[in-house]
């Protein structure tokens, strides 16, 4: 301990290992007859701002479960516990990870997969399924937003949870406390629920040209879904970070999914349908998060927050409840909701945008369903509102993409500069462009489509860096990074091989650009004699695609038919304007308008 205490004093941040959190549970070894570990496969201040995680381990809490979490330590903490042969172990309880029933990780970005076999490696536990075989070890499990593509990291994993996660995980351990733990018996009753995959009771099979022709096995895994948000688990009692976190402020998850579709977003398809929490039970949950951390700001979160239809009355509900020195975050606005009154519950720091496309014939192929109007609209609404800087968000590389949608992102810069200056005002106007490369992902419109390569990505970003207005800040993202991206989550099983080779190439940590190992990825792929291109090539609509056997409710008719309507500059519009016939109400009631907010 002695020495674990120097450790600690010699590290960087050591507030991220010691554990003691205003606010935190104090979880009980053995309560419920399971130990769960909540992982999350970054460092501590990212992990402690994550909603998702914290009530995964609420779901083990209520059952009378034992939930402590663990995050990715730094490389100097990691190193320094394996110079004293310290394992990794959990933030509360300082259990070694390996002591527990199950070690659940939360996958909210492909570029976080090496750190999950970091992680794993300083628990001493064996990386792979197959090297844990007949071994005392905990459940790896796993769950988030990549999970919908479990494929590449299925050597590494016992069970996958698709889906939400609020009450399945918690449901598999009781299953494992009747079966006395992971027995046959074990694995074949919970790959019967709903959103459970258990990779080793499904094999993918290839043709002699090495294609993907089908699953053998379980070769159907539905979704988990909750049908109604109002009496869902939602922790209003949570730990506040010791160092500053990167969302320092209570969360409150307004509405689960989004009415738009935008075809590139996978988040707006996985999350179907839309389901909304009332402003009653919103105003109860903000407040009792406030008096239970002390924060001072309340953010108002779902993918478009603007799309909450009773947002006014929610406003003026939480200025009436809540201490008047609680400000209201509300980060998730499209620009066609962004009006004065939202302007003025705002932050006046600086403005965030997402026009993602330069021009109207762009923003219909990826069903951005708003004009450059309310574009300029909601900018001179803001400047008005008191705000001076702008942030905007485009992609490069979407389908049919050209030079004229490049020239109009830099024409939108010129526009709103001129609104700013109809008026004298205090400051001068800061303008802030991002252009990411679009990643095409499984189960949007566009999973079929190419991503763009490394010499079309410098064509366009030095387009960009050559035609902005001066003084306009551009920023954008590396190529390699969005490749691997890419590749990660459009992967097969193969990919397992390269993953572990890059681990062992030194890689983790591979979404701090500081941190990004662009060579040991490269030798990875080299090595494993896997090209990563192949994986992001178009795909033929009849082919059998690695996540095909995932159900997540949406017809995949319904996505080529979207995919044709983009390719021809036909906008579908919002689900607010009717149902689009995706596929959604045959499953869910809240899809079919059963449970609203009341």
Not at 281 to 303: D, H, K, M, P, R
Request: net charge negative; with cysteine.
């Amino acid at each position: 301990m002695g020495s674990l205490r120097k450790l600690l004093l010699k590290c960087e941040k050591p507030s991220r290992y010691t554990g003691g959190e205003y606010g935190a549970p104090n979880p009980e070894w053995g309560a419920g007859g399971f130990n769960f570990c909540m992982c999350f496969p970054d460092l501590y201040e990212v992990g402690m701002s994550n909603l998702g995680i914290k009530i995964v381990a609420q779901s083990f809490e209520e059952r009378g479960m034992c939930a402590d979490f663990c995050f990715a330590p730094a490389h100097d903490f990691g190193n320094g516990l394996k110079e004293l042969g310290v394992p990794l172990y959990s933030l509360a309880l300082k259990a070694p990870l390996a002591d527990f029933d199950m070690l659940g990780f939360s996958l909210q970005y492909e570029l976080s997969y090496t750190n999950v076999l970091y992680m794993l490696e300083l628990a001493g536990i064996p990386l792979t399924r197959e090297e844990r075989k007949g071994g005392k070890y905990p459940l790896i499990a796993a769950g988030g937003p990549c999970a919908v593509n479990p494929e590449p990291l299925a050597d590494f994993f016992d069970i996958f949870f698709i889906g939400d996660g609020e009450s399945v995980d918690a449901d598999v351990a009781e299953i494992f406390v009747q079966c006395g733990g992971a027995t046959e018996q074990f694995y074949s009753k919970i790959s019967k629920l709903d959103g459970v995959y258990v990779p080793a009771l499904t094999a993918p099979e290839y043709d002699a040209q090495g294609r993907l022709c089908a699953f053998a096995g379980v070769s159907r895994v539905k979704r988990s879904l909750i049908e109604e948000l109002d009496s869902a688990i939602f922790p209003t009692r949570i730990a506040v970070a010791n160092c500053e976190s990167v969302h320092d402020r209570a969360v409150l998850e307004v509405m689960r999914g989004c009415y738009r579709g935008c075809r590139f977003c996978q988040a707006g398809f996985i999350y179907r349908p839309v389901r909304k929490r009332s402003v009653s039970t919103l105003t109860e949950q903000a407040c009792a998060l406030i008096a239970n951390t002390g924060f001072g700001e309340v953010s108002l979160n779902s993918l478009s927050t603007g799309d909450y239809g009773r947002l006014p009355e929610l406003l003026k509900s939480l200025k009436g409840a809540l201490p008047p020195e609680i400000t209201l975050a509300l980060p998730s606005l499209r620009v066609d909701s962004f009006e004065g009154e939202f302007a003025r519950d705002s932050r006046k720091t600086s403005l965030t945008f997402a026009p993602e496309a330069g021009t109207q014939r762009l923003r219909d192929v990826i069903n951005k369903d708003i004009t450059e109007e309310e574009i300029l609209r909601a900018a001179e609404n803001a400047f008005n509102a008191g705000y001076s800087a702008v942030k905007l968000y485009f992609m490069i590389g979407l389908p049919t993409e050209t030079d004229e949608d490049l020239q109009g992102i830099c024409d939108i810069c010129d526009k709103i500069r001129a609104i700013y200056g109809r008026q004298k005002r205090a400051k001068a106007l800061r303008i802030s462009v991002s252009a990411a490369t679009f990643v095409p992902k499984p189960f949007t419109p566009f999973q079929w489509e190419r991503q763009i390569g490394e010499e079309e990505v410098k064509y366009k970003q030095n387009y960009l860096i050559k035609h902005l207005p001066r003084g306009v800040k551009f920023s954008w993202s590396a190529y390699y990074p969005s490749l691997l991206e890419a590749v990660l989550a459009r992967g097969d099983r193969s990919l397992g091989e390269v993953v572990l080779a890059a681990y062992k190439n030194g890689c983790t940590f591979d979404g701090w650009d500081n941190l990004f190992n662009e060579q040991g990825w490269k030798k990875a792929f080299n090595d494993c004699g896997i090209h990563a291109e192949q994986f992001v090539q178009e795909r033929a609509e009849d082919e059998l695609l690695p996540w095909d056997f995932i159900d997540m409710m949406i017809d995949k008719k319904f996505l080529l038919s979207e995919r044709e309507k983009a390719l021809a500059g036909k906008v579908t519009g919002s689900c607010l304007s009717g149902c689009k016939a995706c596929g959604i109400q045959k499953h869910c009631p809240a899809a079919r308008g059963e449970y609203d907010c009341v």
